[in-house]
Structures are given as structure tokens and as C-alpha cells.
């Protein structure tokens, strides 16, 4: 310390830079002052291969498609995959890539209005003059894709000129593309495109939740004229767009439908995060009204195609279900198929319409019991000439209530359809089944797992079933059975695309089926249908080989990316004004709103122009994003890595297996010799009953012990180079054989001894033992000759379970793929025990690793326990967030306020499992959600909290991430948290509270500070523990004598008075239990047994010492197992028999042994 310089070395932007510190202490200053001297750039030269920048075809294309839309006729696919849009047939034709038009700025492009930054984006997209020489080429991304009604048009969302844009292009050619120029503040960032069946318009629906109206056949789709223009603006080639509505709420308005006449917009619109309704929009004249008054939800809307009803899904009837775990209920699955009859005059569904026998054909007609399938599809073919569809009526008075439930369970559906005459699709999932948890739970995780929440449109990961609901028989059929996540109808009704979970999991499948038909498992000739070929009759569309056309060019790539990635920040992020995280509670934060703004464009030129360029490889990229979101100053940024695998490909790879245990080098005798291997230090045991989790050396049958030295792993020696991770590589979850040798020495002996100890009050001599010997062997061969032992397979019989020292052993095990989990729950326990240890087990312990399923299951797993006792460390150290804090909450907050006493039993608090005092204990990588909670827990006063400051960081993330095109992700906070705190320094400070956010950036300060040092952490130390645990000793005994002082006065119960309820009770026992006793003492009595071994299972005394305990092994009078009688044996007393045991020769008891026996006997013990 004093006056001293350090120099420091660190890279920034690629680049490596060295500065001098004046590090020296300010005595006015408690912190020390940290001043730069000097800093310089360190100049490095590299040259070397960029092979990552090489541009190569990519494999799998189909695990990039970003969506893929329908011909209106069902005749052609358009798929965008990789930012590249691609026209197709279903299952023959070429893939014709639809190519951008050339960028150009419109000409009537405000910069006033504009987003801020659009003009650097476009002048990196186009390689403007802003940026330097050096700068690389740019790949537009094209995202969504959509065919108008006219079946030769298509409308791609593509960010050609660096901001989203929406181009047409013709499908066959004649024209080029043209982009409608559509002003970025107006766009916005598309997030769902539906084109209209009947005009050239589209409704499009932005990042901010703005339902925008299209018309694709002004501006550049189609070039109008002054005079038929409508304004200015038309006139320049700019489309008329219109906004319809918009929500409040991030992703408000979702499922957007046209109806069949073209004239009506349907969709789901948020009035609130938690409800939504149906809403419809007169698209004649822009007025929006609501069909729906939602109970909880209402979403999914579909057309009739006759324009008699509409159809949604709802959550109306609420059906509890218990949990079986704890005392609670619970809602798997609250929704249902609805439709509102849009007219007054319409039928109620639920009433069948009266039909003849007849299908309405004539007498002389051959096929008269022809179905009603088949004239269904009759009537629709006469149809198919037919003029456009008349507009749609809707009477919206008394709308609400003309709601009807269809019969069909309540459960988990999406994505419903309209199909015709009266019947439509709904996809149904499956009940959720959670799965595996724990830090090993994606090794272990099974295909029917599906513990991760729903999609925004609540779609499964896993996919359901396609139902067809026939409303004229309120009967439901089962058209595809399982994997079912999305479906697209043409617009003609005739054919639907399906997007369906893919047996491999790593990319979604597509097919393409006539609408309302069930998929053949057998062809016309009696043939059974290969679902996994690509052709008409298995309806699967082969994307990936027809795809592997698309070359990547990495550079362009990672511009693209950069610019799309800062797009999302300055769209998404939690405030407007880019300000960092903690900046609500900056004095005159809005006057430096334009500041924050400013310098985060000015960090995209120079990033786009100084940074990414010197990148060379993927992995150097993510550094680059990593540090544009640190400009940010704030938590939560995360730029994820691109072409990323699934969770489960872990599995695969080369990497070693586990048995669960610490060992080291032990060269043995001589360095040469065959007993040197790998010394066994420490067992892990986790759940020791897991098969899967659980340790690999602790299972029985193993009998492997700490001091043992293994040799082999399946017959291959170890050696010091050759250790016992590479020999398991790729092992994994698969059987191995171990081959040990035995501890030597006296360590080993002493094991054998106590494992031959039986229970005893240890004053028997060995003098005694000697004298009993011989009367115990007569015994026993006296019990041989009427019972022998029975062995149906004399090579299975059990061996000696001694070990004997420097033994050579091979066992049979199952090695595991991780043994993250199995160490954790060690630690866990032994953190437990040492609180049990050092609060005579008056203070209770939960550890609750992260904020998800895992955090929660385990906070579970021990909290009905732990909670009876009086105070209760809750651990969040390590604890890295997530989003269940509140329910935690809602439980430790939670104070007994009275007691159920039952006859029998402990006492039980109400509410149930309330504790009493909690002591949380922190450090610095308890975050995010942890650290919500730790701030909550001092709010309510539920006790001090312990540890070291935490990470500091509290924004939220709300809504997911954006996709990049390479498979990676943007992950933003888009929402504050904005905490009640306490004023500093102020006398009433628990009565004054204002709003602020001081935990970002700076963390949750402890009540008690305790730091934990290397040196403490090496020696196994835990002073954290042990302060949280003098804490809780701390209140209890405060509490006491508070109870002491305030004897007579009114309190509120806590959890000590569980133990003062439940010592009442035992220390007067009640006439049942003294009329017990007294029938006991009289049984004793009467058979002549111990009276001391009543007294046991009395339960009136304490526990029996150990003379007790050899008196009642010696006059306990029930037998196990009844000897094989014989005819003398019953008029034989007791010395007969025993002296007659003495004089039986050898040869009597051969003959004794000939006799017959039952079969099974065994010995008489």
C-alpha cells in the first residue's frame, strides 16, 4: 500500500492497451482512489488463417427456417430460411431464391421522425461513406414471408436498407421486386404478417404491439398515379398504410385472422399481462370492436367459412386438481373451444339440426348409403367456381352472451381453424409431464419431458395432437396423434401445413395434408405409407436437401447480425431512452435522455467500423457483442452464441463418464508395480437410490470403500498419464468394470471389526464368548439335523461380506454421465448436518440453488421439515435467479397464527408449515431474482440477512429474446424493477418509502457482513454458516426472553410455541394411555416377561440403557421362525433335551440328519 504504480493490461475492442495506476490511499477518503498516469495502445501484428471467414454451403439449412407460408391454392411453399427466401413446389419444381431489390432511401424519408440510428444502419447496409474502407459486406435477413390473394404475388420482410422493410415479389419472375419504402417509424419491427384472401392488403403487427393495414397495390407494389393517388405521400411511391389498433401491453395483440369475405380482422388483444379477448376490425372502415368479454383469457380466433361463427379458445371453467406433493391446488390445463354466434338469428351448435335418413340424393342413385363425408366434399366442389364470398354480417348487440362451450375436456390447445360446413381443427397437448431437475437433469432428460413453459401462443415444445370437431354430430376425431405444433390453411380451405416436432428433436418437420382428412397409413394398393419419404401420400417436405443450396458468407453475416442485435436493444430495452439500469435513481435523468441515445448510435458506427472487422472467428464475434452490450451499463444483456446445438446433444459428445468419487496417484510398492493406481479420497453419494443421478460407487454390490486403489476400468490398467477420466470417455451412462485392490493395513482391519460387532453393552469377557462357544455349536447341530440350510443354487450363494486387506476385487458398474448433482446434494446435507451440530437442531436449513423448477423442487424437498423447527437458515448463495421468487416469499411470510392439536400427533401450525425466524444468507453470486427475494425478505422483516454483497443486478426479462440468423440470440431486460426503499438516515425511515431500483449495479447489502477467504475455503470452512447460525441462536434467545418479559399479554403464536403445545401434551398423559399401561403391567404379568422391555413400548419411560437392552434380547418371547416338531419334542423338558444334546454321538446325528425335513427350513438361529 502508499505510494505505489501498478500497470495494468487488458484488451478492448480487439485491441490490447496498458495503463499505469496511481493506486495510493486519500486519508479524507475511506475507499481508496484509483488514478490513471498513463495508458497506450500495445501495438501486435498477427497473421494467420481466417478459415472461419471462408465462405461455406451450410448443412442442415432446415434447422434455420424462420417461417414458412402456404400457397393459396396449397400448390407451392415459400420458406425463409438463413435470410434467404425461397419459392418451392411441395414436392417436385425447383427452389428459386427470391432476391432483394436494390436498397434505396426513400425519398420522402424524415429524419426527424425516423427511429434513431436508422441512418447509420443504412449506411452500413449499403457500404456508405461512413464507414471506413475496410469495412465488410452486408447479408439482409429475410424473416417472414407471405402470398397475397392474386397467388402470383409474395410479400417478403427483409432489412435490406438496415431496417425492416416489406418487399412483393413475383413468384414466376415477370417483374422485380420492389420494396413499398414503408417508413421505419411506422413499420416498426414486424412480428406477424397476414395477408388478406380476397384484396391486395396485409396486416401487419410490430414489435409494439401496433396492428398496421397494408395496401400492397399502391406505392412501388404497384405504381399509382397522381390522380388516383390519395395523397402526397401515394404519389411518391409510398403504400398507404393505416394504424388499426394497438395494446398497451408487450405483445398485445397476437392471432391475427382474416375472415373468408376479406372484410373482417380477428385477433387476440391484451387489455392487461394476464387477460385477453377477442377482438374484430371492420378493415371497410378501421372500426374495432370486442366479441369476447373474457373470465380469464379468450384467444386463437378462426373463422366459419359460412360466417356464422367464430371460433376462439377460452379459459372460463377453472377445474382445481390437488397437488400431491404438498397441501395446494393447481390448474393443468383451463381451456376449452368456444364460438360466438355473430348473429342473432343463428342456431345454437349444441342443438343438432334435424336430418333425414337420406343424404338428399335421388331414389335411383347407387350408392345410397353414401357417407356424409363424401357429400361434404361434393357440395364443396360445386362451389369451387363460385364468385367471391359475401361479406360477413355481425350483430354486435348482446355479442357476449351469445358465447357457447363446446363439449370437449378442458386441457392445453392452440392454433384453432375454421374449416367447412361446421367443422374446425384444434391442436390439443398432451398433459404436461415436468421431467428431471437438477444440475444433471438435461443428461437424463426423456423425450416425453416437458418441464420448459409454452411459447407466447402457448404452443408446446414437445407438439400435440390435430383434432376435427364435427358440430353436427358434437363428436371430436384424432387426425394426427402426437407432435403437432402449428398448422397454416390455405386460403381456399383445402389443404393444411403443419409444422410437426421432428422424431430427432433438433429441427421441426413440415407437412402438408388435405384439410379435415386423417393421413393414410395405407395407399390405394394395400401398400403401407412411408411417412418418412417425401411425397404426396406421407405429406412431408423435404427442406433440407432442396436447401443445400445456400452458401454462407460469415463476414456479411456478422454485419447483419450487429445491426439486427442493436436494432433489437434500441427497440426492446426497458426504457426508451437507452438509459443504463440504475439510472431512475440519477438526479435530472431526463435531461441526458438524448445522451444515452446518441452515444448508443455512435456505438454502433464505431463497433460496425473499428470492431467487427478485426473479428475472425464466431466465438471473437461474440466477444464483440458482448462488449456492445456492456456499453449499456446494465444487467441482463446477453448475445448468445450462433449455430448452437440442443441441450440434449450433450450426451454425444466425447466427454468422460463419472463414478462419483475424488482419487489421486498412488504409485504403490515400487513404481513399476501392479498395485499402483488411483487411491480412492472421497465417495460421493448424492441420492444413493437414484440409478441415474445418484453415485456410481455407493450402489450395492459395490463395496468399494475410501482407501481402496483402483487398477483397471474394463481390463485396462490406469496409469499416472492415463488416468481415470480418459479411461471413461464416451462411457457415460453405460456399464464399466472396475477392477480394486483392498486398503491395506490396519485402516482396514479395523473396518472388518466393526462391521462384525453386533449390538451389545460391551462388558462380555472373552472368557465368556469361549465358554459359550461349544454350547452354541451343539445347538446349531442340533438344528441342523431338523433344518438344513437351503440353497436352490449352491453357485449363488451370498460370499463373505469380509474384505481382506490387499484383496484384488472386479465389480460391475453404471457410470454416470455428471456428477454435478450428486456432489451437490453432499454438500447440501453436510451444510445441514453442521447446522443441526452447532443449534442442538433447533435451527433448521434450506439451501434453494436458482429460481426455476430445480430451486423450487428443492425448496420443497425440505421445507416441511426444516419449517416445524424455530428458525430457519434460508441459503441463496449461488443462487442466480430466475422467476419463482414470490411463491417462496409467499410461504416463509406466512406466521403461525394457530395450532391444530390432534389426539394422536404432533401439533400442526396454521397455516400450515409457517416457520418461524428466517436468516438468509447472500454472496456475490446470488442475482437477479435471488436478489428480489433477499430484498423482499428484509422488507417483511422475516429476519437479518448474512453473507456478502450480491451481484446487482434487477431488471427483468419479459418476453424472451430475438433470434439471429445464425441460431443465436439477443436477450434484453425490457422491463425495471422499481423496489419500495427506506430513506438513509432518517429517524422514521419504515414509515417513509419511495420507489427506486438501488439493487442494479450495486447489489443487496448485508445485515451482517462475513467474507470468506480462500484460505477458509481450502481448510472446508464455512464462517458464513456459522454467523447465519449465531444470527438465528441470536433471535431465538431475544425472542424467549421477550416471551419472558410479556407473560400475560397478548402475542402473536410463533414457531416455538409448536414445541411448548406438543411438550403439554406429553408430559400429562391422558386416561387412554394410563388404562394402556396398566393392561400392559398385567399381560407382563401374567406370561412372565420383562417388565423392563414393556417399559419400551410403553413409551412411559426414557430409552432403555443397555442392560435394558440385553435383558430384552434375553426374555423377548416371540419367535421368529417355529422348529420342525417332532413327537418326543413336545414331553421333553427343557434340561432333557439339553442333556441329551450332550450325549448324541456323531453317528446319531447322521442319522438324525437323514430324516425327512420341509422344504425351505433353515437353521435354527
Same mark, same amino acid.
Request: hydrophobic share 35%; with cysteine.
Given at each position: 500500500?502508499?505510494?505505489?504504480?501498478?500497470?495494468?493490461?487488458?484488451a478492448?475492442?480487439?485491441?490490447?492497451?496498458?495503463?499505469?495506476?496511481?493506486?495510493?490511499?486519500?486519508?479524507?477518503?475511506?475507499?481508496?482512489?484509483?488514478?490513471?498516469?498513463?495508458?497506450?495502445?500495445?501495438?501486435?501484428?498477427?497473421?494467420?488463417?481466417?478459415?472461419?471467414?471462408e465462405?461455406?454451403?451450410?448443412?442442415?439449412?432446415?434447422?434455420?427456417?424462420?417461417?414458412?407460408?402456404?400457397?393459396?391454392?396449397?400448390?407451392?411453399?415459400? &420458406?425463409?430460411?438463413?435470410?434467404?427466401?425461397?419459392?418451392m413446389?411441395?414436392?417436385?419444381?425447383?427452389?428459386?431464391e427470391?432476391?432483394?431489390?436494390?436498397?434505396t432511401?426513400?425519398?420522402?424519408?424524415?429524419?426527424?421522425?425516423?427511429p434513431?440510428?436508422?441512418?447509420?444502419?443504412?449506411?452500413?447496409?449499403?457500404?456508405?461513406?461512413r464507414?471506413?474502407?475496410?469495412?465488410?459486406?452486408?447479408?439482409?435477413?429475410a424473416?417472414?414471408?407471405?402470398?397475397?390473394?392474386d397467388?402470383t404475388?409474395v410479400?417478403?420482410?427483409?432489412d435490406?436498407?438496415?431496417?425492416?422493410?416489406?418487399?412483393?415479389?413475383?413468384?414466376?419472375?415477370?417483374?422485380?421486386?420492389?420494396?413499398?419504402?414503408?417508413?421505419?417509424?411506422?413499420?416498426?419491427?414486424?412480428?406477424?404478417l397476414?395477408?388478406?384472401?380476397?384484396?391486395?392488403?396485409?396486416a401487419?403487427?410490430?414489435?409494439?404491439?401496433?396492428? =398496421?393495414?397494408?395496401?400492397?397495390?399502391?406505392?412501388?407494389?404497384?405504381?399509382?398515379s397522381?390522380?388516383?393517388?390519395s395523397?402526397?405521400h401515394?404519389?411518391?411511391?409510398?403504400?398507404?398504410?393505416?394504424?388499426?389498433?394497438?395494446?398497451?401491453?408487450?405483445?398485445? =395483440?397476437?392471432?391475427?385472422?382474416?375472415?373468408?369475405?376479406g372484410?373482417?380482422?380477428?385477433?387476440?388483444?391484451?387489455?392487461?399481462?394476464?387477460?385477453?379477448?377477442?377482438?374484430?376490425?371492420?378493415?371497410?372502415?378501421?372500426?374495432?370492436?370486442?366479441?369476447?368479454? $373474457?373470465?380469464?383469457?379468450?384467444?386463437?380466433?378462426?373463422?366459419?367459412?359460412?360466417?356464422?361463427?367464430?371460433?376462439?379458445?377460452?379459459?372460463?371453467?377453472?377445474?382445481?386438481?390437488?397437488?400431491?406433493?404438498r397441501?395446494?391446488?393447481?390448474?393443468?390445463?383451463?381451456?376449452?373451444?368456444?364460438?360466438?354466434a355473430?348473429?342473432?338469428?343463428?342456431?345454437?351448435?349444441?342443438?343438432?339440426?334435424?336430418?333425414?335418413?337420406?343424404?338428399?340424393?335421388?331414389?335411383?342413385?347407387?350408392?345410397?348409403?353414401?357417407?356424409?363425408?363424401?357429400?361434404?366434399d361434393?357440395?364443396?366442389?360445386?362451389?369451387?367456381?363460385?364468385?367471391?364470398?359475401?361479406?360477413?354480417?355481425?350483430?354486435?348487440?348482446?355479442?357476449?352472451?351469445?358465447?357457447?362451450?363446446?363439449?370437449?375436456?378442458?386441457?392445453?390447445?392452440?392454433?384453432?381453424?375454421?374449416?367447412?360446413?361446421?367443422?374446425?381443427?384444434?391442436?390439443?397437448?398432451?398433459?404436461?409431464?415436468?421431467?428431471?431437475?437438477?444440475?444433471d437433469?438435461?443428461?437424463?432428460?426423456?423425450?416425453?419431458?416437458?418441464?420448459?413453459?409454452?411459447?407466447?401462443d402457448?404452443?408446446?415444445?414437445?407438439?400435440?395432437?390435430?383434432?376435427?370437431?364435427?358440430?353436427?354430430?358434437?363428436?371430436?376425431?384424432?387426425?394426427?396423434?402426437?407432435?403437432?405444433?402449428?398448422?397454416?390453411?390455405?386460403?381456399?380451405?383445402?389443404?393444411?401445413?403443419?409444422?410437426?416436432?421432428?422424431?430427432?428433436?433438433?429441427?421441426?418437420e413440415?407437412?402438408?395434408?388435405?384439410?379435415?382428412?386423417?393421413p393414410?397409413?395405407?395407399?390405394?394398393?394395400?401398400?403401407?405409407?412411408?411417412?418418412?419419404?417425401?411425397?404426396?401420400?406421407?405429406?412431408?417436405?423435404?427442406?433440407?436437401?432442396?436447401?443445400?443450396?445456400?452458401v454462407?458468407?460469415?463476414?456479411?453475416?456478422w454485419?447483419?447480425?450487429?445491426?439486427?442485435?442493436?436494432?433489437?436493444? !434500441?427497440?426492446e430495452?426497458?426504457t426508451?431512452?437507452?438509459?443504463?439500469?440504475?439510472?431512475?435513481?440519477?438526479?435530472?435523468?431526463?435531461?441526458?435522455?438524448?445522451?444515452?441515445?446518441?452515444?448508443?448510435?455512435?456505438?454502433?458506427?464505431?463497433?460496425?467500423?473499428?470492431?467487427?472487422?478485426?473479428?475472425?472467428?464466431?466465438?471473437?464475434?461474440?466477444? &464483440?457483442?458482448?462488449?456492445?452490450?456492456?456499453?449499456?451499463r446494465?444487467?441482463?444483456v446477453?448475445?448468445? &452464441?450462433?449455430?448452437?446445438?440442443?441441450?440434449? !446433444?450433450?450426451r454425444?459428445?466425447?466427454?468422460?463418464?463419472?463414478?462419483?468419487?475424488?482419487?489421486?496417484?498412488? $504409485?504403490?510398492?515400487?513404481?513399476?508395480s501392479?498395485?499402483?493406481?488411483?487411491?480412492?479420497?472421497?465417495?460421493?453419494?448424492?441420492?444413493?437410490?437414484?440409478?441415474?443421478?445418484?453415485?456410481?460407487?455407493?450402489?450395492?454390490?459395490?463395496?468399494?470403500?475410501?482407501?481402496?486403489?483402483?487398477?483397471?476400468?474394463?481390463?485396462?490398467?490406469?496409469?499416472?498419464?492415463?488416468?481415470?477420466?480418459?479411461a471413461?470417455?464416451?462411457?457415460?451412462?453405460?456399464?464399466?468394470?472396475?477392477?480394486?485392490?483392498?486398503?491395506?493395513?490396519?485402516?482396514?482391519d479395523?473396518r472388518?471389526?466393526?462391521?462384525?460387532?453386533?449390538?451389545?453393552?460391551?462388558?462380555?469377557?472373552?472368557d465368556?464368548l469361549?465358554?459359550?462357544?461349544?454350547?452354541?455349536?451343539?445347538?446349531?447341530?442340533?438344528?441342523?439335523?431338523?433344518?438344513?440350510k437351503?440353497?436352490?443354487?449352491?453357485?449363488?450363494?451370498?460370499?463373505?461380506?469380509?474384505?481382506?486387506?490387499?484383496?484384488?476385487?472386479?465389480?460391475?458398474?453404471r457410470?454416470?454421465?455428471?456428477?454435478?448433482?450428486?456432489?451437490?446434494?453432499?454438500?447440501?446435507?453436510?451444510?445441514h448436518?453442521?447446522?443441526?451440530?452447532l443449534s442442538?437442531d433447533?435451527?433448521?436449513?434450506?439451501?434453494?440453488?436458482?429460481?426455476?423448477?430445480?430451486?423450487?423442487?428443492?425448496?420443497?424437498?425440505?421445507?416441511?421439515?426444516?419449517?416445524?423447527?424455530?428458525?430457519?437458515?434460508?441459503?441463496?448463495?449461488?443462487?442466480?435467479?430466475?422467476?419463482?421468487s414470490?411463491?417462496?416469499?409467499?410461504?416463509?411470510?406466512?406466521?403461525?397464527?394457530?395450532?391444530?392439536?390432534?389426539?394422536?400427533?404432533?401439533?400442526?401450525?396454521?397455516?400450515?408449515?409457517?416457520?418461524?425466524?428466517?436468516?438468509?444468507?447472500?454472496?456475490?453470486?446470488?442475482?437477479?431474482?435471488?436478489e428480489?427475494?433477499?430484498h423482499?425478505?428484509?422488507?417483511?422483516?422475516?429476519?437479518?440477512?448474512?453473507?456478502?454483497?450480491?451481484?446487482?443486478?434487477?431488471?427483468?426479462?419479459?418476453?424472451?429474446?430475438?433470434?439471429?440468423?445464425?441460431?443465436?440470440?439477443?436477450s434484453?431486460?425490457?422491463?425495471?424493477?422499481?423496489?419500495?426503499?427506506?430513506?438513509?438516515g432518517?429517524?422514521?425511515?419504515?414509515?417513509?418509502?419511495?420507489?427506486?431500483?438501488? =439493487?442494479?449495479?450495486?447489489?443487496v447489502?448485508?445485515?451482517?457482513?462475513?467474507v470468506?477467504?480462500p484460505?477458509?475455503?481450502?481448510?472446508?470452512?464455512d464462517?458464513?454458516?456459522?454467523?447465519?447460525?449465531?444470527?438465528a441462536?441470536?433471535?431465538?434467545?431475544?425472542?424467549?426472553?421477550?416471551?419472558?418479559?410479556?407473560?400475560?399479554?397478548?402475542?402473536t403464536?410463533?414457531?416455538?410455541?409448536?414445541?411448548?403445545?406438543?411438550?403439554?401434551?406429553?408430559?400429562?398423559p391422558s386416561p387412554?394411555v394410563?388404562?394402556?399401561?396398566?393392561?400392559?403391567?398385567?399381560?407382563?404379568?401374567?406370561?412372565?416377561?420383562?417388565?423392563?422391555s414393556?417399559?419400551?413400548?410403553?413409551?412411559?419411560?426414557?430409552?432403555?440403557?443397555?442392560?435394558?437392552?440385553?435383558?430384552?434380547?434375553?426374555?423377548?418371547?416371540?419367535?421368529?421362525?417355529?422348529p420342525?416338531?417332532?413327537?418326543?419334542?413336545?414331553e421333553?423338558s427343557?434340561s432333557?433335551a439339553?442333556?441329551?444334546?450332550?450325549s448324541?454321538?456323531?453317528?446319531?446325528?447322521?442319522?438324525?440328519?437323514?430324516?425327512?425335513?420341509?422344504?425351505?427350513?433353515?437353521?435354527?438361529?
Amino acid at each position: 500500500r502508499g505510494d505505489s504504480k501498478v500497470t495494468a493490461v487488458y484488451a478492448s475492442g480487439g485491441r490490447l492497451f496498458s495503463s499505469v495506476l496511481d493506486v495510493s490511499i486519500d486519508e479524507d477518503a475511506n475507499d481508496d482512489v484509483n488514478k490513471t498516469v498513463a495508458g497506450r495502445e500495445i501495438p501486435i501484428e498477427w497473421r494467420g488463417a481466417e478459415a472461419q471467414c471462408e465462405r461455406f454451403r451450410l448443412e442442415s439449412p432446415d434447422e434455420y427456417v424462420d417461417d414458412v407460408t402456404l400457397h393459396p391454392e396449397g400448390l407451392t411453399v415459400v &420458406v425463409t430460411a438463413r435470410g434467404r427466401a425461397f419459392a418451392m413446389g411441395l414436392w417436385d419444381g425447383p427452389a428459386i431464391e427470391l432476391e432483394p431489390p436494390t436498397p434505396t432511401k426513400s425519398a420522402l424519408a424524415d429524419q426527424t421522425t425516423a427511429p434513431p440510428g436508422s441512418d447509420a444502419l443504412f449506411d452500413i447496409a449499403t457500404g456508405g461513406s461512413r464507414l471506413s474502407s475496410g469495412s465488410t459486406s452486408y447479408a439482409p435477413r429475410a424473416q417472414m414471408c407471405a402470398y397475397l390473394w392474386d397467388a402470383t404475388r409474395v410479400a417478403v420482410v427483409r432489412d435490406a436498407n438496415g431496417e425492416d422493410d416489406v418487399e412483393i415479389h413475383w413468384e414466376d419472375g415477370s417483374k422485380d421486386a420492389v420494396a413499398l419504402n414503408i417508413p421505419p417509424a411506422v413499420l416498426g419491427r414486424p412480428v406477424v404478417l397476414a395477408a388478406s384472401p380476397e384484396s391486395s392488403l396485409l396486416a401487419v403487427v410490430n414489435h409494439r404491439a401496433e396492428l =398496421i393495414v397494408i395496401d400492397c397495390d399502391t406505392g412501388h407494389g404497384k405504381k399509382a398515379s397522381s390522380a388516383n393517388a390519395s395523397s402526397a405521400h401515394e404519389a411518391h411511391g409510398v403504400p398507404v398504410v393505416r394504424l388499426a389498433d394497438v395494446s398497451n401491453e408487450s405483445g398485445g =395483440i397476437r392471432h391475427v385472422q382474416w375472415s373468408p369475405c376479406g372484410c373482417w380482422l380477428a385477433y387476440t388483444w391484451h387489455e392487461s399481462a394476464e387477460v385477453c379477448l377477442v377482438r374484430v376490425l371492420d378493415v371497410r372502415t378501421g372500426v374495432a370492436q370486442d366479441v369476447t368479454k $373474457p373470465i380469464l383469457s379468450d384467444s386463437s380466433p378462426a373463422w366459419d367459412p359460412a360466417g356464422d361463427y367464430l371460433y376462439f379458445l377460452s379459459s372460463r371453467e377453472l377445474e382445481p386438481a390437488y397437488d400431491a406433493a404438498r397441501f395446494g391446488l393447481s390448474f393443468h390445463g383451463s381451456e376449452k373451444p368456444h364460438c360466438v354466434a355473430l348473429r342473432k338469428d343463428v342456431r345454437n351448435p349444441l342443438l343438432r339440426a334435424l336430418r333425414p335418413p337420406h343424404d338428399g340424393s335421388s331414389s335411383s342413385s347407387d350408392d345410397e348409403y353414401e357417407t356424409s363425408d363424401s357429400d361434404d366434399d361434393g357440395s364443396s366442389s360445386s362451389d369451387e367456381n363460385s364468385d367471391a364470398p359475401p361479406p360477413i354480417d355481425i350483430d354486435f348487440d348482446g355479442i357476449f352472451d351469445r358465447v357457447v362451450s363446446f363439449p370437449m375436456p378442458a386441457g392445453r390447445y392452440a392454433k384453432m381453424i375454421g374449416l367447412d360446413d361446421e367443422k374446425f381443427c384444434v391442436v390439443r397437448f398432451p398433459s404436461r409431464r415436468p421431467g428431471r431437475v437438477g444440475l444433471d437433469a438435461p443428461y437424463y432428460a426423456g423425450e416425453s419431458d416437458d418441464g420448459s413453459e409454452d411459447d407466447e401462443d402457448g404452443v408446446s415444445s414437445l407438439g400435440g395432437a390435430l383434432l376435427k370437431f364435427d358440430m353436427t354430430s358434437l363428436k371430436s376425431s384424432v387426425l394426427i396423434e402426437e407432435g403437432v405444433k402449428d398448422a397454416f390453411l390455405s386460403m381456399d380451405r383445402r389443404c393444411v401445413l403443419l409444422r410437426v416436432r421432428n422424431q430427432s428433436g433438433y429441427a421441426d418437420e413440415y407437412r402438408c395434408y388435405k384439410a379435415g382428412a386423417k393421413p393414410d397409413d395405407e395407399d390405394s394398393d394395400g401398400e403401407e405409407v412411408d411417412h418418412d419419404a417425401f411425397d404426396r401420400r406421407s405429406g412431408l417436405i423435404d427442406l433440407e436437401s432442396r436447401l443445400d443450396q445456400i452458401v454462407v458468407r460469415p463476414r456479411a453475416e456478422w454485419t447483419q447480425m450487429l445491426c439486427e442485435a442493436w436494432r433489437v436493444l !434500441r427497440d426492446e430495452w426497458w426504457t426508451e431512452s437507452m438509459a443504463p439500469g440504475d439510472a431512475s435513481l440519477e438526479k435530472g435523468v431526463g435531461n441526458n435522455d438524448s445522451n444515452h441515445v446518441s452515444r448508443w448510435t455512435e456505438c454502433l458506427r464505431r463497433y460496425a467500423r473499428d470492431v467487427l472487422p478485426r473479428a475472425a472467428a464466431r466465438s471473437e464475434v461474440n466477444d &464483440v457483442f458482448a462488449e456492445l452490450s456492456a456499453e449499456l451499463r446494465s444487467s441482463h444483456v446477453t448475445v448468445g &452464441v450462433g449455430d448452437a446445438v440442443g441441450e440434449t !446433444r450433450r450426451r454425444f459428445n466425447a466427454t468422460p463418464g463419472r463414478l462419483g468419487c475424488d482419487a489421486v496417484w498412488d $504409485p504403490g510398492h515400487t513404481e513399476d508395480s501392479s498395485s499402483s493406481g488411483y487411491r480412492i479420497t472421497r465417495l460421493v453419494k448424492g441420492d444413493a437410490w437414484d440409478a441415474l443421478a445418484g453415485g456410481a460407487l455407493v450402489k450395492p454390490g459395490v463395496n468399494l470403500n475410501v482407501g481402496d486403489v483402483l487398477l483397471k476400468i474394463n481390463g485396462r490398467r490406469l496409469t499416472k498419464t492415463r488416468g481415470v477420466s480418459e479411461a471413461l470417455v464416451g462411457l457415460g451412462g453405460k456399464e464399466v468394470s472396475l477392477t480394486f485392490r483392498v486398503a491395506d493395513g490396519d485402516e482396514e482391519d479395523v473396518r472388518n471389526a466393526m462391521r462384525d460387532l453386533r449390538v451389545s453393552d460391551g462388558k462380555k469377557k472373552k472368557d465368556e464368548l469361549s465358554a459359550k462357544k461349544a454350547a452354541t455349536k451343539k445347538k446349531a447341530a442340533k438344528a441342523t439335523m431338523t433344518h438344513p440350510k437351503f440353497t436352490p443354487n449352491p453357485s449363488a450363494a451370498k460370499p463373505d461380506a469380509r474384505r481382506a486387506p490387499g484383496s484384488v476385487v472386479t465389480v460391475r458398474v453404471r457410470a454416470m454421465h455428471s456428477e454435478l448433482d450428486a456432489r451437490y446434494k453432499d454438500l447440501v446435507q453436510s451444510r445441514h448436518a453442521r447446522v443441526s451440530h452447532l443449534s442442538n437442531d433447533e435451527v433448521g436449513y434450506l439451501h434453494v440453488p436458482d429460481m426455476e423448477r430445480f430451486g423450487y423442487g428443492e425448496f420443497w424437498r425440505r421445507f416441511p421439515k426444516e419449517s416445524k423447527k424455530k428458525a430457519l437458515v434460508v441459503d441463496l448463495r449461488g443462487n442466480c435467479g430466475g422467476h419463482i421468487s414470490e411463491l417462496i416469499l409467499a410461504k416463509l411470510a406466512q406466521r403461525p397464527l394457530a395450532f391444530d392439536v390432534p389426539r394422536r400427533g404432533a401439533p400442526t401450525a396454521y397455516p400450515s408449515h409457517a416457520s418461524g425466524f428466517v436468516v438468509t444468507l447472500v454472496d456475490q453470486d446470488t442475482g437477479s431474482d435471488a436478489e428480489l427475494a433477499a430484498h423482499a425478505f428484509r422488507r417483511t422483516k422475516l429476519g437479518p440477512i448474512v453473507g456478502n454483497r450480491t451481484w446487482g443486478g434487477l431488471l427483468t426479462v419479459a418476453g424472451g429474446g430475438a433470434r439471429l440468423v445464425d441460431g443465436g440470440y439477443v436477450s434484453f431486460p425490457s422491463q425495471n424493477v422499481v423496489a419500495f426503499e427506506e430513506e438513509d438516515g432518517d429517524e422514521n425511515a419504515s414509515d417513509k418509502k419511495r420507489p427506486g431500483n438501488r =439493487i442494479e449495479n450495486y447489489g443487496v447489502v448485508p445485515d451482517v457482513r462475513v467474507v470468506v477467504s480462500p484460505s477458509a475455503h481450502l481448510r472446508g470452512e464455512d464462517p458464513q454458516l456459522d454467523a447465519a447460525v449465531r444470527e438465528a441462536l441470536k433471535l431465538l434467545r431475544t425472542s424467549e426472553r421477550a416471551k419472558g418479559d410479556a407473560k400475560g399479554a397478548d402475542r402473536t403464536p410463533d414457531a416455538s410455541d409448536r414445541v411448548a403445545v406438543r411438550l403439554s401434551a406429553d408430559l400429562f398423559p391422558s386416561p387412554e394411555v394410563k388404562r394402556r399401561d396398566a393392561a400392559l403391567a398385567a399381560a407382563t404379568k401374567r406370561d412372565g416377561s420383562s417388565s423392563a422391555s414393556r417399559r419400551k413400548r410403553s413409551g412411559a419411560g426414557a430409552a432403555a440403557n443397555d442392560g435394558d437392552k440385553n435383558e430384552k434380547a434375553s426374555s423377548w418371547p416371540f419367535r421368529t421362525f417355529a422348529p420342525y416338531p417332532e413327537a418326543s419334542d413336545s414331553e421333553k423338558s427343557e434340561s432333557e433335551a439339553s442333556a441329551e444334546d450332550e450325549s448324541e454321538s456323531d453317528e446319531d446325528v447322521r442319522r438324525h440328519s437323514a430324516r425327512g425335513k420341509p422344504k425351505g427350513a433353515s437353521r435354527r438361529r
